[in-house]
T-cell receptor
Framework: TQLLEQSPQFLSIQEGENLTVYCNSS?????LQWYRQEPGEGPVLLVT?????EVKKLKRLTFQFGDARKDSSLHITAAQPGDTGLYLC???????????FGKGTMLLVSP | EAQVTQNPRYLITVTGKKLTVTCSQN?????MSWYRQDPGLGLRQIYY???????DKGDVPEGYKVSRKEKRNFPLILESPSPNQTSLYFC??????????????FGAGTRLSVL
């Protein structure tokens, strides 16, 4: 079974700060996805990165896929309270039809 | 409105009493899946279905059954629930099995407690 390690597990910051969340594996994934989950709701897909070295931007969020397709990072610039939530990375397995999720990073942004 | 609907949202039951959690999607999606989410363990896949009458085991299928008799519904059945199945359950659906190219939509979750 492929594993995805996320770090940090918890992050508490002030509004306006920058932060980076990491997602690492010893295995290669065909692609990697990032989700955000709010309390009482299911995860919502933010982005899928497919190519090694790929960088995608979604407003203040920047996602990067490692060259070897084993790791990824999520960088948030000038965090806002609305960014608060559980951030999950998920690797798409080689058969393309299943996901392996990391355990998540709980982000709290205080005003 | 496109959505994945799970029922019930909350359920408390006792060991051994059979239960079914329903999942329905209105997007004509081929792919559906069940996950459980536990503290410290994250989201783990229980079963998935790539089309009607086609189901496959995920990472943690023991103690669960599923069926896919029609495209829109994918119920999760616990024949004899045990306390270790206390968890938060999510149903999800996607247009196709190629998850890298299709958004997987999640339901709002079912919180199950087995006493």
């Amino acid at each position: 079974t492929q594993l995805l390690e996320q770090s940090p597990q918890f992050l508490s910051i002030q509004e306006g700060e920058n932060l980076t969340v990491y997602c690492n594996s010893s295995s290669v994934f065909s692609s990697l996805q990032w989700y955000r989950q709010e309390p009482g709701e299911g995860p919502v897909l933010l982005v899928t990165v497919v190519t090694g070295g790929e960088v995608k931007k979604l407003k203040r969020l920047t996602f990067q896929f490692g060259d070897a397709r084993k790791d990824s990072s999520l960088h948030i610039t000038a965090a806002q309270p609305g960014d608060t939530g559980l951030y999950l990375c998920a690797g798409v397995n080689s058969g393309y039809s299943t996901l392996t999720f990391g355990k998540g990073t709980m982000l709290l942004v205080s005003p | 409105e496109a959505q994945v609907t799970q029922n019930p949202r909350y359920l408390i039951t006792v060991t051994g009493k059979k239960l079914t959690v329903t999942c329905s999607q209105n997007m004509n999606h081929e792919y559906m899946s069940w996950y459980r989410q536990d503290p410290g363990l994250g989201l783990r896949q229980i079963y998935y279905s790539m089309n009607v009458e086609v189901t496959d085991k995920g990472d943690v299928p023991e103690g669960y059954k599923v069926s896919r008799k029609e495209k829109r519904n994918f119920p999760l059945i616990l024949e004899s629930p045990s306390p270790n199945q206390t968890s938060l359950y999510f149903c999800a659906s996607s247009f196709s099995r190629v998850l890298a190219k299709n958004i997987q939509y999640f339901g709002a979750g079912t919180r199950l407690s087995v006493l």
